[in-house]
């Protein structure tokens, strides 16, 4: 599992089942670049910076009854994470490797054929992963979960309290 703290920031039910509590959660969005040596020097540090959103709001299941004001660790499969990332960046890069080849056998003078249909190969990889994971949205490998509850909220506002 990939785990992640948030914040709890309300409880409320779902609209199409109202058996699920559900947890809007803020996670502050961090990068590896927070603990290189080099990211002084770095330009995806500076671009990292420039994001004008650092935290991503979300809900999850409520399965431990967090409220709102407890530190969470939320957690996702890794089998998802990576079958996602296959999804998203492998299979569009391979079949515009393939449209390449493909247009190259048609034509192997004029270059033509090769940016063409490794254009639609790429174009179709990247439709074909928004379509499936459309499809996905609510598989269970691909969703969050609260599976820790790291400070309860009277001990967030007491360690708050102390540091003021």
Not at 15 to 21: L, S
Not at 73 to 80: Q, S, Y
Not at 122 to 140: E, H, Y
Request: proline letters at 4%.
């Amino acid at each position: 599992m990939i785990e992640e703290r948030a914040l709890v920031l309300e409880n409320r039910f779902d609209e199409c089942n109202f058996d699920t509590q559900l947890a809007r959660v803020k996670v502050q969005r961090t990068s590896a670049c927070e603990s290189c040596s080099l990211k002084s020097g770095c330009g995806q540090s500076t671009l990292t910076k420039l994001s004008s959103n650092q935290c991503l709001e979300l809900d999850v299941e409520n399965t431990l009854n967090a409220k709102p004001g407890d530190d969470v660790i939320i957690a996702i499969p890794e089998a998802g994470l990576m079958s996602a990332s296959i999804r998203v960046y492998l299979i569009p890069l391979v079949l515009m490797v393939l449209g390449a080849i493909l247009g190259s056998v048609i034509d192997p003078v004029n270059d033509t054929w090769t940016i063409v249909l490794s254009c639609i190969g790429i174009v179709t990889g990247f439709a074909w992963a928004r379509f499936s994971s459309q499809k996905q949205t609510f598989d269970p490998k691909f969703l969050p979960k609260i599976t820790k509850i790291s400070h309860p909220a009277s001990v967030v506002t007491i360690q708050n309290s102390l540091k003021n």
